[in-house]
C-alpha cells in the first residue's frame, strides 16, 4: 500500500510538471489554419503582466500593435474591433489553441489557430540544404479568374540572407510586407496582423511561376508571374476616380469623436488647404497611410493645410464607431479631424460617394484640395512600406503635393 501511494505521487508530480502557468512575457510562434489545409505561420510578442496587458504580431521588421488583449484565467482574446474580428482560445498547459472569427453582415469566418511559447531563439536547423530558386524582382501578377488585359496587379520580390521578403501592389494599396523561406523550387510568403490573414504559395516550373493566394476567405485564387521591368499598377484613365462635376468641388460631412456634426461648409475650412482622406479603420492600406498623412498635418498645419479623415465604418453603430476612431487616433498619434461618416454599405457610399465620384473603387481614396475649394489631385489607394521604393516615391508625391497646395 505505501509503494502504490508514492506511485500517485510521483504520477501526480509528473503530470501537474508538464501542465506549465501562461508565460506572462515573450516570443510566441503559432499557424492559423487556411483554406484547403494550408498553413500560415505567425510569430508575436506577449507581454500580459500588466491590467492592460500589449501584445504586437512580427513580420520581418513589422512590429503590429494588437488593439485589445484581455486574459481571464487561462483564456485569452485578442479584439480587433476595427476589422470585426477576433482571436479567442485557452491555454492548455503548453499551448494556446482556438478560433480566429471574422464577423459580417453577411457570414461569419471561423479559422482555427494554435501558438506556444518560443523556448529558444529561432535557429537554422544543421543539415543538408537544397539548391534554392527564387522568384526576386519585379513580376505582373496574372490571376486566372481575372481578364489578362484587365490585370493591374504587380509584385515586387527580394531576398535578404535566407528569407524572402515582398508584396503584391494593386490599383487599391499593396497586400503588405509578407516574408517566408525559399524551399527549393518553392516558397510561401505570408502576413498575419490581425486584419491580414494571407499566405502566397508559388512553385516553379517549365520556366514559369504559379501559385495560389490563400486569404479568410474560402476561394484561393490562382496566378501566375511574368518579369516585367518596373512595378505599372496604373488605373486605365477611363476607369480613374474622378468628380462627376469638377467646378462642384467636393462636400462632406460626419460626426466627430464629441460628437460634433462637421460639414466641408464650416467656416473652420474656409480658405483652407485640405487633405481629405476617406478611409476606414478597418483598411490595412489606411493604417500605412495614417503616420504620412499625420506628418502632412505637423509639417504644413501652420501654413494652411488641414487634414481631414473621412471614416466609413464596417458596421453603422455610431458607437463602435466611436471606439474604433479612437483606437485608430491613439495607435498613431493622430492630431488631425477624423469624422464618422456610416457605413461601407452600398446605399450609404452610394449616396455619399459614388454621387459625386465616377469609378470610385479604393479604400483610402485622398483628396487634395487647394484654398479655393477645388480638387487639385486624387490618389486611389495607398502603397505601404513593404513595396520599397514605391512606398518612398509616394510619400515624395504626397509631400509635394501638400506643398502646392499651402504655396
Not at 504586437?56 to 494588437?66: A, C, R, S, T
Not at 504587380?154 to 494593386?170: K, N, Q, S
Not at 462632406?252 to 475650412?269: H, K
Request: charged residues 20%; glycine residues 10%.
Amino acid at each position: 500500500m505505501r509503494n502504490l501511494s508514492r506511485i500517485v505521487v510521483l504520477l501526480l508530480t509528473v503530470f501537474s510538471g508538464c501542465r506549465r502557468a501562461m508565460p506572462d512575457q515573450g516570443i510566441w510562434s503559432g499557424t492559423v489554419e487556411l483554406p484547403e489545409g494550408t498553413i500560415l505561420p505567425f510569430r508575436m510578442n506577449l507581454d500580459l503582466r500588466s491590467a492592460t496587458p500589449a501584445g504586437w504580431f512580427l513580420v520581418g521588421n513589422e512590429q503590429i500593435p494588437i488593439p485589445e488583449i484581455s486574459r481571464n484565467g487561462d483564456s485569452l482574446t485578442f479584439r480587433f474591433s476595427e476589422y470585426g474580428a477576433e482571436m479567442r482560445g485557452d491555454w492548455n498547459g503548453r499551448r494556446w489553441t482556438g478560433a480566429y472569427v471574422r464577423y459580417r453582415p453577411d457570414g461569419t469566418t471561423s479559422l482555427k489557430f494554435t501558438a506556444s511559447p518560443e523556448a529558444f531563439p529561432k535557429s537554422n536547423p544543421r543539415g543538408e540544404s537544397l539548391p534554392i530558386t527564387a522568384p526576386t524582382g519585379k513580376y505582373q501578377v496574372y490571376f486566372q479568374d481575372q481578364d489578362r488585359k484587365a490585370g493591374a496587379t504587380a509584385a515586387t520580390l527580394w531576398m535578404e540572407a535566407e528569407v524572402m521578403y515582398g508584396t503584391f501592389i494593386a490599383p487599391d494599396g499593396d497586400y503588405g510586407l509578407l516574408t517566408g523561406k525559399p524551399r527549393g523550387s518553392s516558397v510561401q510568403l505570408n502576413r498575419f496582423t490581425g486584419w491580414q490573414a494571407m499566405a502566397i504559395v508559388m512553385e516553379h516550373g517549365g520556366g514559369t511561376w504559379s501559385g495560389k493566394l490563400y486569404t479568410q476567405s474560402e476561394k484561393p485564387r490562382a496566378f501566375t508571374l511574368e518579369p516585367a521591368t518596373g512595378v505599372d499598377v496604373e488605373t486605365p484613365s477611363a476607369l480613374r476616380t474622378a468628380l462627376k462635376d469638377p467646378g462642384a468641388g467636393f462636400t462632406f460631412d460626419g460626426v466627430s469623436a464629441a460628437g460634433e456634426m462637421v460639414r466641408s461648409t464650416d467656416e473652420r475650412f474656409q480658405g483652407k488647404a485640405l487633405v481629405v482622406d476617406i478611409m476606414g479603420t478597418w483598411c490595412h492600406n489606411c493604417l500605412d497611410e495614417a503616420p504620412l498623412l499625420q506628418q502632412l498635418q505637423k509639417e504644413y498645419g501652420d501654413r494652411g493645410l488641414e487634414v481631414v479623415g473621412l471614416s466609413f465604418e464596417i458596421s453603422g453603430d455610431s458607437d463602435v464607431a466611436k471606439k474604433n476612431l479612437k483606437l485608430y487616433k491613439d495607435r498613431f498619434g493622430l492630431t488631425y479631424t477624423l469624422l464618422f461618416c456610416g457605413s461601407i454599405d452600398e446605399p450609404n457610399v452610394k449616396n455619399r460617394l459614388r454621387s459625386q465620384f465616377d469609378n470610385f473603387f479604393a479604400y483610402p481614396t485622398t483628396l487634395f484640395i487647394n484654398r479655393e475649394g477645388k480638387v487639385h489631385a486624387i490618389r486611389s489607394g495607398f502603397k505601404g512600406p513593404g513595396t520599397g521604393e514605391e512606398f518612398q516615391s509616394q510619400v515624395q508625391s504626397f509631400h509635394n503635393l501638400a506643398k502646392q497646395l499651402v504655396n
